[in-house]
């Protein structure tokens, strides 16, 4: 029996129809994927910055347990600007990166260091709030 056989009307073509389901199925995978490779891949972004270079990332961290407010506010414009780049501008600065990766490299170590000092900030004062709103 040949699937060409097989009438559209009987009971078996209904089987072969899993199309709503895995429409349904694999958005919903994939953002199951990407909640744990996300965090997986910034956690080995960030072990990576730290094993470079560990002085410019701790003077980083301190800078950003200091300056809590003020490095989430250029977290937020970095991300800003790379969000809204078409593909000639993130080829560009790709580019512009890897013509200078020693200071690139530094940089982003020092910019690990900040972003983690200040998230992690961030959580004490927001777990300090909890406990005493209650």
Same mark, same amino acid.
């Given at each position: 029996?040949? +699937? !060409? !056989?097989?009438? !559209?009307?009987? @009971?078996?073509?209904? $089987?072969?129809?899993?199309? @709503? ?11 199951? %994927? ?11 972004? %960030? ?6 270079? @560990? ?6 961290? %301190? =800078?950003? %347990?200091?300056?809590? *407010? ?10 800003? =600007?790379?969000?809204? *780049? ?5 080829? #560009? ?5 890897? #013509? !200078? +990766? @020693? =200071?690139? $490299? ?14 992690? $900030?961030?959580?004490? +004062? ?9």
């Amino acid at each position: 029996m040949s +699937l !060409s !056989s097989i009438d !559209s009307a009987s @009971p078996a073509a209904a $089987t072969f129809d899993a199309t @709503p389901m895995l429409k349904k199925e694999i958005p919903s995978l994939w953002k199951r %994927v990407m909640n744990v490779a996300i965090p997986i891949l910034k956690f080995t972004a %960030v072990t990576a910055a730290y094993i470079i270079n @560990p002085s410019l990332f701790v003077v980083g961290a %301190v =800078i950003g %347990v200091i300056c809590h *407010q003020t490095m989430r506010e250029v977290a937020h414009k970095i991300q800003t =600007i790379w969000q809204e *780049q078409d593909w000639a501008g993130r080829m #560009f600065i790709g580019t512009l990166v890897l #013509f !200078s +990766l @020693p =200071i690139f $490299t530094a940089a982003a170590t020092f910019l690990a260091g900040a972003h983690c000092g200040a998230v992690v $900030t961030a959580e004490a +004062l927001k777990r300090a709030r909890e406990r005493h709103a209650i």
